[in-house]
């Protein structure tokens, strides 16, 4: 057997691994594990019930087998019979289902007057979130429902998350700030212009707003920036920390669609894009709230880049022509992500399915991005 | 619709819906259908891509109140 997390470091280390994925080639095809150095070889299953003799000489003697499944079941029968046939094989322990919700906690840097800033990668959905700690106290951006993960996280650390923000309502993965609020007694921010229809009270986040970690003084400035939703706001951590949210990703820019009018909000992302970022120092390290793809991981793990570099190498920085930028915004976009909006709606506190449901809405990659 | 065989594999999970329905198809003779009963939601897509790789026909299939009914036609 291999865990989510084991197979996490096999991703940042760029070991080989190759998988074996027992799942039907449609959600094979939607959806993998992926890995610099993985190799694939997609068979359902229920093709292999009668024996795995046809599949044997497909399979590497000299790297490890891992198989996958949907939640594990049938990865641990093909495996076995594999096992059987004397191959050395590990199953991934909840199959894709514990790969969705698995987070790696990646330190990303050091605060000025003490203090450390923490990415939360959630490596098979591509969603990262943030934990800055300064003496004693924390303050938590884009949580995913898997709250217990920051919460033993900021146990174990000594550190007491006194506030918790989203950048936008989010569309791809249900927001575990709100309930992680609740628990802790910590104070909930969210940017009004993104809450028209939430059903729950909030600390409204504005331009401007700064709120202190500790008492180093850490401050957390936040800039609205809309355009991948209408409330949009970033946030500036200690002069040195972009968090972009879903505005700008390291080799993408974020989607205008997902709340329904990407035309509208073209202008805005452009505007946050091109003026608003331009404005900011060069030397501020971005950290989005999305990776799309392996490359982007840095060789710890991490997902970050100075927001110089991505001024020069960005594409989606770099289009002089507003039309062709309108273009690339809201024309052949990638499929949108699974049932996004009725976790628009769990966001919203709406709605309130249990966690079985919500586990199935957020399977998949999160496709919050344009190239 | 003439159903010749019903499976019941609720509150089973992945893979046994599968492997029984694999089993319950194989005693019956082509032409006749197999009614399945799952509360696996897997077990929607990899039905249909297994009756297809396996020349059978999905005839239909319904949810009600959590419990997925299938109809399978033998090939």
Not at chain 1, 34 to 39: K, R, Y
Not at chain 1, 127 to 154: H, K, P
Not at chain 2, 12 to 22: D, E, H, N
Request: charge should be negative; hydrophobic fraction near 40%.
């Amino acid at each position: 057997m291999m865990t989510s997390k084991e197979v996490t470091q096999k991703v940042f280390t760029k070991e080989s691994l190759f998988i074996l994925d027992v799942r039907n080639a449609g959600d094979f095809a939607d959806w993998k594990i992926e890995g610099h150095n993985f190799d694939y070889l997609n068979i359902p299953y229920f093709e292999l019930l009668d024996g795995v003799e046809g599949i044997v000489e497909k399979l590497p003697t000299d790297k490890e087998i891992l198989v996958v499944c949907a939640k594990e079941g049938s990865s641990i029968m093909v495996a076995e019979m594999l096992s059987d046939a004397g191959l050395n094989v590990f199953y991934l322990k909840g199959g894709m289902k514990a790969w969705s919700e698995h987070l790696e906690p990646v330190k990303v840097g050091d605060l000025k007057d003490g203090g450390e800033i923490y990415q939360f990668v959630r490596i098979g959905k591509g969603c990262l979130s943030y934990l800055v700690v300064s003496n004693g106290e924390a303050a938590l951006i884009d949580a995913t429902r898997m709250i217990e993960t920051y919460m033993e996280f900021a146990e174990s650390i000594g550190v007491k998350i006194k506030h918790v923000f989203d950048t936008h309502l989010h569309a791809d993965h249900i927001s575990g700030s709100r309930a992680i609020a609740e628990i802790t007694g910590a104070t909930y921010w969210l940017p009004p212009k993104d809450a028209a229809e939430v059903i729950y009270t909030y600390q409204p986040l504005t331009d401007g707003k700064g709120v202190t970690i500790g008492n180093a003084a850490i401050h957390i400035h936040a800039l609205y920036s809309p355009g991948h939703t209408i409330g949009s706001t970033s946030f500036i951590v200690d002069k040195k920390f972009l968090l972009s949210g879903d505005i700008l990703f390291i080799d993408s820019i974020g989607r205008p669609d997902l709340a329904g009018l990407a035309q509208d909000w073209v202008g805005d992302l452009r505007e946050s894009l091109y003026k608003r970022y331009r404005q900011l120092s060069e030397e501020l390290v971005v950290l989005p709230a999305h990776f799309m793809i392996i490359d982007e991981l840095n060789n710890d793990g991490s997902i970050s880049e100075k927001l110089g570099t991505l001024f020069a190498e960005n594409h989606g920085l770099n289009i002089k022509d507003d039309n062709e930028f309108r273009k690339l915004v809201t024309e052949n976009l990638p499929p949108q992500p699974n049932a996004y909006q009725e976790i628009r709606e769990i966001n919203m506190g709406k709605i309130n399915p249990d966690m079985d449901k919500q586990r199935e809405m957020e399977i998949g990659p999160n496709r919050c991005a344009v190239r | 619709m003439k159903i010749n065989k019903i499976l019941d594999a609720k509150g089973l999970a992945c893979p046994m819906p599968i492997v029984k329905t694999k089993k319950a198809i194989a005693e019956l003779e082509t032409g006749e259908v197999l009614e399945v009963h799952t509360t696996d939601k897997g077990a929607k897509n990899d039905l249909s891509a297994w009756a297809k790789s396996g020349g059978h026909e999905l005839l239909k299939y319904e949810e009600e109140n959590n419990v997925w009914r299938f109809w399978i036609k033998k090939g």
